[in-house]
């Protein structure tokens, strides 16, 4: 990847899995679960699109698609669990339009990926795969219970913006204690700014999910469904990673605006 200086920047080595046969991706973002959550979300919404992609377009449109595939499996992220539970509706929406085999089919894999990522994030596991030996650190549930007391300190207002939330032992750091931020946009949320801060975002963030998708009833277009989808990918997500603050969430609510007053079905 040339110089050392860049290899640094995009690639972020084992941090919380060791015996991986390749550095974990990173991009430019700060760590490879921040860029798998981009991943996800673009492919969803290059889905959203893809009817309307044709001739060269079409092709460039394939290659973006298979770029965010590799880059996705290279970032080995919690995004996975993301990707299986938009697998499993998909495969539901799949199922109501009569395809009932590759419905299906999506249902399984999409409960499979997302629980087996799931335990590789919340159980410590040392074990070997083929002729790779894998270890996880699976830190996320005592950094959870750490900012669990954070949100004790002050339940109401929090405990103010702050980067770290919890400390944490890392058994892949030789059980050192360090400082995290909560692992968890919910729980970060609540921890800095309390029930009154989690309250105000979860209305801010209804109100455009509604506004964007809220007329089930009256059939939802290709574009609803992804940007509902990439809504939900950043909601699961969530569940694993403090991305409040991230900038692509935050496009996205752009996105869902442009979505809500597009003239195109």
Do not use: K
Request: hydrophobic content about 55%; cysteine-free; glycine content about 16%.
């Amino acid at each position: 990847l040339g110089p050392d200086i860049l290899r640094h920047r995009v690639l972020a080595g084992g941090t919380g899995i060791l015996g991986l046969p390749f550095p974990r991706l990173s991009g430019t973002f700060l760590h490879p679960n921040m860029l798998g959550d981009y991943l996800v979300v673009s492919a969803l919404l290059l889905w959203g699109r893809w009817p309307e992609w044709t001739d060269g377009a079409r092709a460039v449109a394939v290659a973006l698609a298979i770029a965010m595939g590799l880059g996705l499996a290279l970032t080995a992220a919690t995004a996975w669990v993301a990707v299986g539970v938009v697998a499993v509706l998909l495969g539901r929406r799949m199922s109501r339009e009569g395809r009932w085999a590759w419905g299906g089919a999506l249902r399984v894999v999409g409960v499979v990926v997302a629980g087996a990522v799931f335990l590789l994030l919340v159980l410590p596991l040392d074990f070997g795969l083929l002729r790779l030996h894998l270890t996880t650190g699976a830190i996320r549930p005592a950094i959870w219970q750490s900012s669990l007391a954070a949100v004790g300190q002050n339940p109401l207002l929090g405990v103010g913006a702050a980067p770290y939330l919890a400390e944490a032992a890392d058994r892949l750091q030789g059980g050192t204690l360090g400082l995290w931020d909560a692992h968890n946009a919910y729980l970060s949320i609540l921890g800095q700014f309390g029930v009154v801060g989690l309250a105000l975002a979860g209305v801010g963030v209804w109100w455009i999910v509604v506004e964007t998708v809220g007329d089930v009833g009256r059939g939802l277009s290709r574009a609803q469904v992804a940007v509902g989808l990439a809504f939900v990918a950043v909601a699961v997500n969530g569940l694993f990673l403090a991305s409040e603050d991230l900038r692509h969430v935050w496009g996205l609510m752009g996105v869902a605006g442009m979505v809500r007053g597009s003239p195109y079905p």
